[in-house]
């Protein structure tokens, strides 16, 4: 740095310290640069008898090490010291070397120097053809290598470019592929919700379906049981009118009969008490469709008990038995409510409520 700025005292106080230290513990090629640039010391103050001495010593030493690059540079640096001392032989013998050096181990850059450095020999010692001659290997070896090395960093360009789109792609696809793995993952979190919805709402409807036919089999048991408890309360009725038939058989039954519609609320047999307990049990274990509703709206309390004990497929001397009445007028009954639900002579009636 102070040759550059040409402060030679202070380049030789470093000098003077640099090298005996890289003599004792530095190798030789650390050597054999810090030679080569005392030499460039002197040879920057035109002192250029006093460089030789070093860039030979610095030759010796890269050779030595086989350090074939910086050898030819401490062979140009003498040449170009043979130069400036007009000895051209010898400088013509020295860059001699340094062509064949830096030709058998490819290094161009070296050349062009070389080549440069003749052009200016040849041209200091008078022989202008020689100069001439080296000054077009010069430049047509720096243009070739310009170009070589214009298009190979123009190849270096293109191979980062493709290496750039190749990242860019790759990146878009990892982008793609993180984008459609979070879709796939909501995709997956929707679908598992809407089984696990699903499943919940089948096992509800089961369970429901399961507490209905229990509650349904229940109310059932239940309309049987309150069945059997008329019957066997009205058993006894009936043993009773069977008496009574007996001490009045010259009445004629047709006239209990014509008037059992009117005056069947008013029989103490079917209490209105049993009614109830019966037809809330009817109903929930006969489900009765609207329309069959609508038919019977407008119908007698008869004909609506008619339909009850219809639907839960009791004979006709059961029903009797129930409603205290005789099996005709129960006959007469079910006729009267098929008549309303004008049912053809083809259809019974227990089916037809049946199918409801």
């Excluded at 796939?184 to 409807?205: A, D, K, N, Q």
Aim: hydrophobic fraction near 35%; charged fraction near 25%; proline fraction near 1%.
């Amino acid at each position: 740095m102070y040759i550059r700025l040409e402060d030679f005292k202070q380049a030789r106080n470093y000098f003077d310290l640099a090298i005996p230290l890289i003599e004792k513990y530095g190798d030789e090629v650390s050597l054999a640069a810090s030679l080569n640039n005392l030499g460039l010391f002197y040879f920057h103050q035109a002192r250029y008898v006093e460089a030789m001495p070093y860039f030979r010593r610095s030759e010796a030493l890269y050779r030595k090490n086989e350090k074939h690059k910086e050898e030819a540079q401490a062979l140009n640096n003498q040449a170009a010291a043979l130069i400036n001392l007009q000895q051209y032989k010898e400088a013509i013998n020295v860059y001699d070397q340094c062509l064949h050096l830096n030709t058998e181990f490819k290094q161009y850059d070296n050349i062009i120097t070389n080549y440069s450095g003749l052009a200016n020999l040849y041209e200091d010692s008078g022989d202008l053809t020689k100069a001439l001659e080296y000054l077009n290997k010069y430049y047509n070896l720096r243009d070739s290598l310009i170009g070589a090395k214009t298009q190979k960093d123009i190849a270096e360009l293109e191979r980062k470019y493709a290496s750039q789109q190749k990242e860019m792609e790759i990146q878009k696809s990892q982008t793609a592929l993180v984008a459609s793995k979070h879709a796939f993952e909501r995709l997956s979190w929707i679908f598992t919700i809407l089984i696990i919805s699903g499943l919940f709402g089948v096992w509800r409807w089961r369970v429901q379906t399961l507490q209905m036919k229990h509650q349904q089999k229940e109310n059932e048991r239940n309309l049987i049981e309150m069945t059997r408890i008329l019957l066997d309360k009205n058993s006894l009725l009936a043993s009773f009118e069977e008496l009574m038939s007996e001490s009045d058989s010259q009445n004629d039954p047709s006239e209990f009969t014509s008037d059992f519609e009117d005056n069947l609320l008013n029989q103490r047999v079917l209490t209105n008490e049993d009614w109830e307990s019966f037809k809330s049990y009817f109903e929930k274990s006969i489900r009765v469709t609207c329309t069959v509703c609508a038919w019977l709206s407008p119908a007698s309390a008869a004909q609506r008990k008619g339909y009850s004990f219809s639907s839960t497929n009791l004979t006709n001397r059961e029903a009797a038995a129930i409603l205290g009445i005789s099996v005709q007028s129960v006959k007469k009954t079910r006729n009267r409510l098929r008549h309303r639900l004008e049912l053809g002579q083809e259809t019974e009636l227990e089916v037809f409520i049946r199918a409801f």
